[in-house]
């Protein structure tokens, strides 16, 4: 597993590290952390980064529970898209089933998930953790963990 940590100071430097991150990120994505740790926030980046949408556009998924950003090609085609879902108002892995995660997974596109640390039994076991802390003078700790399926293995970058 490889961990690495990052200290961003406000909202900007989040948004900034969601931008280089997107360059690596791949597949299942958690965003884990309290409200108002910077998920969101960090996903604004990740989104902007990846060139699908601007940071303004991308907004909380808390009641919608899924929001799609796609990008399509000169032939006007959807050539990428990143999911970003927000589990909080669901409590039981049933009602989690009904939104169809599988399929976004089965995708191979990047999906950024809120709270589904809490349904470990509907997450791929290889995916990324990303952890969110908010320090007392409100910079935040972030740390990224690359969880392959193997120990030792790198984890697959789907649809490569
Ligand atoms: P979450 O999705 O984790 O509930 P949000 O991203 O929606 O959290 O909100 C984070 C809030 O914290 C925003 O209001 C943001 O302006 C504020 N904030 C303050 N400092 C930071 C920081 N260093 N990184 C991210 N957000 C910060
Ligand atoms: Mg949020």
Redesign the pocket.
């Known amino acids: 597993m490889e961990s690495r940590t990052f200290h961003?100071?406000?909202?900007e430097?989040?948004?900034a590290l969601g931008r280089y991150l997107a360059r690596e990120l791949r597949g299942v994505v958690l965003?884990i952390?309290?409200?108002?740790?910077?998920?969101?926030?960090?996903?604004?980046g990740v989104v902007e980064g990846a060139g699908i949408a601007t940071a303004d556009e991308v907004s909380?998924p808390t009641f919608t529970l899924i929001h799609q950003y796609g990008r399509k090609d000169q032939y006007g085609r959807k050539d990428r898209a990143i999911y970003h879902a927000?589990l909080y108002r669901l409590d039981q892995d049933r009602e989690v089933e009904t939104l169809g995660l599988d399929d976004l997974f089965a995708t191979g596109e990047l999906v950024l998930l809120?709270w589904a640390e809490r349904f470990p039994a509907l997450l791929p076991r290889e995916r990324t953790e990303i952890r969110?802390r908010?320090l007392p003078d409100?910079?935040?700790e972030i740390t990224v963990d690359t969880i392959a399926s193997e120990d030792g293995a790198q984890a697959r970058a789907p649809g490569n």
């Open positions: 961003t100071r406000s909202e430097e989040t948004i965003l952390g309290d409200l108002g740790a910077g998920k969101t926030t960090l996903a604004k909380s927000d809120e969110i908010a409100e910079s935040r």
